[in-house]
């Protein structure tokens, strides 16, 4: 079975070729645009993947070595994501699927986000039903009860920011450029967690908050600078660390809480933000820490990729659910 799979939910252009549950091509095209605006601009987004998508679907097929006559089926982001973005690829997907006259199959990027593990791929193992989810990126923080592929509960979420808007936004703040988040972390990797305390947010049960870790770093930022201009720059690794400090210790107590509550210990992580050297190894240390079993996606497979929308789309396929050619972009789908 050859899956060409389709990733245009925000500002990433990406096509993959799966063989079965392998990854034979995975093809991802940035947009460097929006650096300067310190945020993805949707309208440039949907542009540049109009521009991108047929070389990147052409270089994905051509270093699978497959010919688009050999395809099995068409893979796609629905949703969530911005909705420009979405109808590029959403649109492509579907005049291909019926010019090659094979079936249609959409995806959920978070669904895919986290079942990214099912990749078969040395570099990364495939957890065992149920497990945890913690899906981290841009757009989402979640916690999800996955029992089965398709049978996925959210049991806690953000009331406010993504934690990798915390990131990016925190980022800004300090002037770096979009996104910031593995900027940060890099930093971090060189400075003091604990030189400025940051504070914790108070929200009840499995839920999230990180708007107010944004106010109170650029309060913070903002009196320091008064009294020292160049505040930023001489602490700027200090700053970092403490705010990933921040950010893991959050993730961690709310991952902690959960696994008591519902008695799962397989945990996985994924989404952009599990790229974070600092919660991967956070998860890690739970293995002996709190006896999980921890399950770490391959770096390629956390920020958007189109290999994860594969891997869902060949899962798909295997139950023959297949998506109507009238199919819309959907911008809030829900796991
Ligand atoms: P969603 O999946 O919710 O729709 P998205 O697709 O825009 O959102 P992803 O591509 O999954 O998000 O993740 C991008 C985010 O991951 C950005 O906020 C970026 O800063 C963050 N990120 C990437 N690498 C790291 C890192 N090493 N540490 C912290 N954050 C990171
Ligand atoms: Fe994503």
């Known amino acids: 079975v050859y899956i060409l799979a389709i990733e245009s939910s925000c500002d990433d252009t990406s096509a993959a070729v799966l063989q079965n549950g392998k990854v034979l091509s995975n093809v991802v095209a940035n947009q460097k645009i929006h650096e300067a605006y310190g945020g993805v601009v949707p309208e440039l ?6 521009q991108n998508i047929v070389p990147v679907v052409h270089q994905a097929l051509a270093i699978a070595n497959i010919d688009k006559k050999q395809l099995t089926a068409i893979a796609f982001t629905r949703g969530p994501g911005l909705m420009g973005s979405l109808l590029v690829g959403t649109s492509f997907a579907k005049s ?7 079936p249609l199959i959409e995806v959920n990027h978070m669904q895919a986000h986290i079942l ?17 989810a913690m899906t981290i990126s841009g757009g989402h923080t979640q916690i999800v009860v996955v ?13 406010d920011d ?13 002037g770096l450029s979009y996104p910031a988040g593995p ?9 003091n967690p604990k030189a400025f305390p940051f504070p914790k947010p108070k929200v009840q049960g499995l839920n999230f908050s990180f708007s107010g870790l944004k106010t109170a770093i650029l309060y913070f930022i903002q009196k320091q600078t008064k009294e020292n ?20 210790n959050i993730i961690l107590d709310k991952l902690k809480k959960a696994s008591k509550q519902t008695g799962i210990k ?38 958007d990729n189109a290999a994860m929308i594969g891997i869902v789309g060949y899962l798909k396929y295997l139950k023959k659910d297949f998506t109507d050619e009238a199919v819309t972009a959907n911008s809030r789908i829900k796991i």
């Open 147 to 159: 029992k089965d592929h398709f049978d996925m509960e959210v049991i806690g979420e953000t009331i």
């Open 162 to 174: 993504a934690v990798g808007e915390a990131y990016d936004k925190s980022g800004k703040i300090l």
């Open 45 to 50: 987004a949907s542009r540049a993947h109009q």
């Open 229 to 248: 201009p160049d505040f930023i720059q001489e602490n700027l690794k200090d700053i970092c660390a403490s705010i990933q400090y921040t950010i893991v």
């Open 266 to 303: 397989t945990i996985a992580i994924g989404g952009g933000v599990s790229a974070n050297s600092a919660i991967r190894k956070a998860l890690k240390d739970g293995e002996f820490k709190f006896g999980w079993t921890a399950h770490i996606p391959k770096f390629e497979y956390t920020t």
């Open 116 to 132: 990214a593990h099912f990749i078969e791929d040395e570099a990364q193992s495939i957890p065992k039903f149920p497990f945890l």
């Open 96 to 102: 291909l699927a019926l010019g090659l006259n094979i």
């Open 183 to 191: 900027q940060i972390d890099k930093l971090a990797n060189q400075g």
